[in-house]
């Protein structure tokens, strides 16, 4: 071997030993430094878990949205058991699902199995949701809240743990369109009775208790255009619920102002559910106004009787 050639072998190697170190050191720029060798890192991302009736199992989770993370050693009850020093813990999804823990922090835990649960209310505010013996405060309607979990998750190593979040409120939306006779449709509002509020959530099953009672007080719906939807805390089976339109639209050549519908949300058959969205559709025509069934808007799917609406 030539001496020209043997230096030339030799930048080769220490140019691709170079360029390994550098391709390794940028892989890890985000890991911490392990503050004790006994020690693993674990970090966590989510996405949505959508219901049995979806060809997918799950969707993205955007940017931005706050969850709460807690740990137990595996099998660890709630209700008598402490969560794992250092959790609950809050991160922020980024654009990739990574859930980024707020503030720098770390995780940092010693091997072993691990039951880890995740809460969110699926919005950019941190969840204002504490666990006290393995169960929420009180929470309220008008909440997505989030659920998820990985339980008997084995750390051996530095790991990521994927959540998949699941709703565990329920959801009406109606939508109000102008039929035959009718032009210039505008929903000024749409209150709705809600669920008595009072439930709590249990954290190593996610169930949220259903109520028994509607609140004496109706609820106003977001309005998206001629749509409102509204989340609330599930129902038990039996209980019905009301509505109230508002409209202003030339029906039958006639201008009305502020006009107010009412009408009643039949019960379906086994209440609303966690993570259901029930969704109506309403036609305003000259003659009156025509509910059609409920059909599946995102969550779980349910189909309910029509209803009817009367001035």
């Known amino acids: 071997m030539t001496m020209k050639t043997f230096l030339s072998i030799s930048i080769l190697i220490i140019t691709t030993i170079f360029l390994f170190a550098?391709?390794?050191?940028?892989?890890?720029?985000n890991c911490p430094p392990l503050p004790d060798s006994s020690l693993l890192c674990?970090?966590?991302s989510g996405d949505y878990s959508l219901q049995k009736q979806t060809k997918a199992s799950s969707t993205t989770f955007p940017s931005g949205i706050q969850t709460s993370i807690l740990a137990y050693s595996a099998g660890d009850n709630p209700t008598i058991k402490t969560a794992y020093t250092g959790t609950p813990i809050s991160a922020t999804s980024d654009?990739?699902?990574?859930?980024?823990?707020n503030n720098g922090v770390s995780l940092f835990m010693p091997g072993g199995s691990y039951d880890f649960y995740s809460i969110s209310a699926n919005s950019s505010s941190v969840?204002?949701?504490?666990?006290?013996?393995?169960?929420s405060g009180v929470l309220n309607n008008g909440v997505d809240y989030l659920w998820a979990s990985s339980k008997n998750t084995s750390v051996t190593a530095n790991?990521?743990?994927?959540f998949q979040f699941a709703h565990r409120a329920t959801a009406i939306r109606l939508s109000i369109t102008a039929g035959d006779g009718v032009t210039g449709l505008t929903v000024k509002s749409i209150k709705i009775g809600q669920t008595q509020?009072?439930?709590v959530m249990g954290l190593s099953t996610g169930v949220i208790s259903a109520a028994s009672i509607l609140s004496t007080n109706k609820a106003?719906?977001?309005?998206?255009s001629n749509t409102g939807t509204f989340i609330m805390l599930p129902l038990i089976a039996g209980i019905s619920i009301p509505v109230e339109v508002y409209v202003d639209a030339t029906i039958g050549g006639s201008a009305q102002t502020n006009k107010k519908y009412t009408a009643t949300i039949p019960a379906p058959t086994g209440g609303f559910e966690s993570g259901t969205v029930y969704k109506f559709a309403a036609s305003i025509g000259a003659s009156g106004i025509t509910f059609l069934n409920a059909t599946l808007e995102d969550w779980n799917e349910q189909t309910l009787v029509s209803i009817n609406l009367n001035e």
């Open 159 to 162: 790991t990521n743990v994927p």
């Open 127 to 135: 969840p204002n949701i504490t666990f006290t013996n393995g169960l």
């Open 197 to 199: 509020e009072g439930a």
């Open 22 to 29: 550098s391709c390794a050191k940028e892989k890890c720029k």
């Open 220 to 224: 106003d719906m977001m309005l998206a």
């Open 95 to 101: 654009a990739s699902g990574n859930l980024v823990f």
């Open 42 to 44: 674990v970090s966590f």
